[in-house]
């Protein structure tokens, strides 16, 4: 079992930066695959960023509207995986969820993910 908790959302101009953190329960935290996803009002739930297990971690997957604004991480030490958003745009204001998947061969979707957060708000003012 795995409990995520994200936090770092909040409210913030075009052009600005927020970072996320999503902090994971468990001792098996180094074991799951993490993806960030999101969802605007009114719209389906779709992929943001993830970040493999395989390779030490090293293979990174981005939707092709955040490529080269967001970055995601993890430090396995403190069991938390973050995702960094830079030239943020009015379009990313969502509710952003990060995701734990034990066994994933397609990390953009959703259904391959095992356990959620609740959710932390992001919203982008122009």
């Known amino acids: 079992q795995v409990q995520l908790v994200e936090s770092g959302g909040g409210l913030v101009q075009a052009g600005g930066s927020l970072r996320l953190s999503c902090a994971a329960s468990?001792?098996?935290?180094?074991?799951?695959?993490m993806g960030w996803f999101r969802q605007a009002p009114g719209k389906e739930r779709e992929f943001v960023a993830a970040?493999?297990?395989?390779?030490?971690?090293?293979?990174?997957y981005y939707a092709d509207s955040v490529k080269g604004r967001f970055t995601i991480s993890r430090d396995n030490a403190k069991n938390t995986v973050y995702l960094q958003m830079d030239s943020l745009k009015p379009e990313d204001t969502a509710v952003y969820y990060c995701?734990?998947?034990?066994?994933?061969?397609?990390?953009?979707?959703?259904?391959?993910?095992?356990?959620w957060g609740q959710g932390t708000q992001v919203t982008v003012s122009s």
């Open positions: 995701a734990a998947a034990y066994s994933s061969e397609n990390y953009y979707s959703d259904q391959e993910y095992d356990y």
């Open positions: 468990g001792r098996t935290f180094g074991r799951y695959g």
């Open positions: 970040l493999s297990i395989s390779s030490g971690g090293r293979n990174t």
